[in-house]
């Protein structure tokens, strides 16, 4: 890390952007990486209020994500929770956090230099970013590698930009193979996320009731759970309705239970899975167990293809009896789908993903009604 500032020194600012939904090791491990490997006096980690390319996606309010950042980086030298994209009206776009903080300088008067911090799947949308001509003008990029994704390759930016950027540093790692989704996926299923997150962290998630997917009962209007941040674009959930709120952001509000008992809208989903040829199908009754969920149906689909056409089978065979999802996580790439009914939660799986969480071991005190081989 550098010495501390003079008047004639130029502050070295990293500045790492992100839904942080939420924050976790392996974003910590970038900030670490970069502070020390680029020698940088300090790093913004920085919550977008409304993600422009996350648009219409559910996610924690940003206050809550804000306040899992400041949380982490508490006590860690060098690295900074930065509400600026919080403070500004608007969509989060990077470009306009980087004019802002390059006009601040390092907010003692001085000048400050700054590094977009980018891991390689990042840094490969971004030509599609707004103005990425200008961010390499405002910033220096550095690209932190990411475990499942190509390494990062300065040469697939085209030439117009490469002329522009005023340097891409590559960092040597770290590979740190978590990501946010799998945790919220985790907490949605009643998993321990230990070690994937700060503890402080974790204790955060739990007493704030976010990613849990609780039952529609449990499913306030307030500011807990997910909600959607783009009224323009709809959720999957068709029983959800948005309402405005004062900061502009729409609520979703909790979604009517629907008349027919859990286990019978269960057991139909587990007849529209097995007409899709999902393996191993199990229906879990958690009553008096959790409040994620009253019912679980856990199944199999051998390809990545097959787990889409189970997810897609299901909501239209639902859909023709007027039960909607009113979430659906995952997609057939990550190798598990979650199918969000309220009462009723499906789990779709590959058979290794099945195995790695093992849910059933997990719920093994909730009640087998039904399995199909
Ligand atoms: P999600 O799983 O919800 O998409 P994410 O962690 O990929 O979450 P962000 O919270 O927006 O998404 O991540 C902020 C930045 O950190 C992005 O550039 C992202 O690519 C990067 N990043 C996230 N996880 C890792 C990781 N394990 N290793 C390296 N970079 C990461």
């Known amino acids: 890390m550098g010495g501390p500032l003079t008047a004639t020194r130029t502050a070295r600012v990293g500045v790492l952007g992100g ?12 900030a670490r990486a970069a502070r020390d490997q680029l020698d940088l006096d300090e790093v913004l980690v920085i919550p977008a209020a409304r993600p422009p390319h996350k648009a219409g996606v559910a996610m924690a309010p940003a206050a809550d994500r804000m306040a899992m950042v400041e949380l982490a980086v508490a006590g860690e030298p060098g690295l900074r929770a930065s509400r600026i994209e919080l403070d500004r009206a608007g969509p989060s776009w990077t470009v306009d956090t980087l004019e802002a903080l390059d006009a601040a300088g390092d907010g003692g008067g001085g000048p400050a230099e700054l590094t977009l911090i980018l891991s390689a799947d990042a840094f490969a949308g971004l030509p599609s970013w707004r103005e990425p001509d200008r961010i390499l003008r405002l910033a220096h990029v550095a690209v932190a590698p990411r475990p499942g994704h190509d390494p990062p390759s300065p040469e697939a930016l085209p030439d117009e930009l490469r002329t522009l950027a005023r340097g891409i540093a590559l960092l040597d790692g770290p590979y740190v ?42 499913r306030p209007a307030s500011k807990r ?47 529209l899975a097995e007409d899709k040829k ?96």
């Open 19 to 30: 839904t942080f939904d939420p924050i976790h090791v392996g974003h910590l491990a970038v």
């Open 177 to 218: 193979d978590v990501s946010a989704t799998d945790i919220r996926r985790r907490v949605a299923a009643g998993l321990p996320i230990d070690g994937l997150v700060p503890q402080a962290v974790a204790r955060y998630i739990e007493e704030h009731h976010l990613y849990r997917q609780p039952g529609p009962d449990e």
């Open 225 to 271: 759970g997910h909600h959607v941040t783009d009224p323009a674009e709809p959720t999957t959930a068709a029983t959800t309705t948005e309402q405005p709120r004062r900061d502009g952001l729409p609520h979703r509000k909790a979604a009517p239970r629907s008349e027919r008992p859990p286990l019978e809208v269960a057991r139909r989903i587990v007849e």
């Open 278 to 373: 999902a393996a191993d199908i199990v229906l879990l009754d958690l009553t008096g167990l959790t409040t994620l969920a009253d019912a679980f149906v856990i199944c199999s689909g051998g390809s990545e293809r097959q787990l889409a056409a189970i997810a897609d089978g299901v909501i239209e065979g639902m859909r023709d009896e007027k039960v909607r999802p009113i979430g659906r996580e995952g997609t057939a790439s990550s190798h598990w789908v979650l199918l969000d009914f309220g009462a009723v939660v499906v789990h779709i799986f590959t058979p290794p993903e099945r195995d790695y969480y093992s849910l059933e071991k997990h719920w093994s005190e909730a009640k087998t009604v039904l399995r199909v081989q």
